[in-house]
């Protein structure tokens, strides 16, 4: 079964650290890839997202992911992060013919501490 | 523009009540999806409707739960004598085109079961 699995449970930074948050999925074809975020208190918003194309794709924020399909990643990045960063984050994928599921992993939460 | 609104926010119900969780989606989408998120897991897929339809169920619960999607009003998600592992967040998402990739998100309903 397709799955997809983020390695950081709980990441604490400082402002201005450095993000990068990872990302693995299983699955071998076709994939389109999403990374979603939640504010506490707020609905689950898009960051960004990769269909095809260039495998460095730009979000909102500040944000950027890289797609690297020999390692089956799609790890989150950030150059200096703002306590407004603190939020969970969780990847998304969708899989070959399975075009109505997204996917996700456990999430990661994110504190930024001013 | 409303995004996708959710009610309740919060729901609380003794085991063996009936649960209903409504799901309003964005003006113009005509498709919605239900996921579950459990206590320290990610989001999981439920019911994938179209208006009046039940197109992918494959991930909801043989028992006790129900999705619809009528023609006017908004969609809802039935849990029949809901249990103690019934308690978790539901999510509600739709969108314009069929399929998973352009979906938005609600805020949640956080369903208790004391």
């Known amino acids: 079964a397709q799955s997809v699995s983020q390695h950081n449970h709980h990441v604490i930074l400082s402002e201005a650290a450095s993000l990068e948050l990872g990302c693995n999925y299983s699955y071998g074809g076709t994939v389109n890839l999403f990374w979603y975020v939640q504010y506490p208190g707020q609905h689950l918003q898009l960051l960004l997202k990769?269909?095809?194309?260039?495998?460095l794709v730009k979000g909102i924020k500040g944000f950027e992911a890289e797609f690297i399909k020999s390692k089956f990643s799609f790890n989150l990045r950030k150059p200096s992060v703002q306590w407004s960063d603190t939020a969970e984050y969780f990847c998304a994928v969708i899989s070959g013919g399975a075009t109505n599921k997204l996917i996700f992993g456990t999430g990661t939460l994110l504190a930024v501490q001013p | 523009n409303a995004g996708v609104m959710q009610n309740p926010r919060h729901l609380v119900r003794r085991r063996g009540q009936e649960a209903r969780l409504r799901c309003s989606p964005m003006k113009g989408h005509s498709h919605v999806y239900w996921y579950r998120q459990l206590p320290e897991e990610g989001l999981k897929f439920m019911v994938y409707?179209?208006?009046?339809?039940?197109?992918?169920e494959s991930g909801m619960p043989k028992e006790r739960f129900s999705a619809e999607f009528p023609k006017e009003g908004p969609s809802i998600l039935r849990i029949q004598q809901v249990v103690r592992g019934d308690s978790a967040a539901y999510f509600c998402a739709s969108s314009r085109e069929p399929g998973g990739r352009e979906a938005f998100f609600g805020q949640g309903t956080r369903l208790t079961v004391v």
């Open positions: 409707l179209q208006k009046e339809n039940i197109i992918d």
């Open positions: 990769y269909f095809s194309g260039d495998p």
